[in-house]
Nanobody
Framework: VDLMESGGGLVQPGDSLSVSCAASGPPWRFNVVAWFRQVPGQERDFVAA????????EYADSVKGRFTISRDNAENLVILQMTNLKPEDTAVYFC?????????????????WGQGTQVTVSS
């Protein structure tokens, strides 16, 4: 499975931005897809996750109400829409996938990872 993130960039506080994750490979290998983020020198933190059918989602408390995760299985695409961005949202955002169906938030349970895309929120 290959996961390719895109859409990162530099935005101002309060702006919106979407990052995308394009998956290639057998669909059954990315039943759950999630976004994590990492700041240099810190652990990789969970942001959001979505189930295979898109009917279940999970969010970190820090992004609830601001971020929305969605997926288009026909296009093998998972999108993270981010609104009202804050400087503390600055990080490298990683897409991750797991073959199991259960929605989890711990990075060690994800089987596949992308290379990451930088999101910087600064005035």
């Amino acid at each position: 499975v290959d996961l390719m993130e895109s859409g990162g960039g530099l935005v101002q506080p309060g702006d919106s931005l979407s990052v995308s994750c394009a998956a290639s490979g057998p669909p059954w290998r990315f039943n759950v897809v999630a976004w994590f983020r990492q700041v240099p020198g810190q652990e990789r933190d969970f942001v959001a996750a979505i189930s295979r059918r898109g009917d279940s989602t999970e969010y970190a408390d820090s992004v609830k109400g601001r971020f929305t995760i969605s997926r288009d299985n026909a296009e093998n695409l998972v999108i993270l829409q981010m609104t009202n961005l804050k400087p503390e949202d600055t990080a490298v955002y990683f897409c991750a996938a797991r073959e199991e169906f259960s929605l989890v938030t711990w990075s060690q349970y994800f089987d596949y990872w992308g290379q990451g895309t930088q999101v910087t929120v600064s005035s």
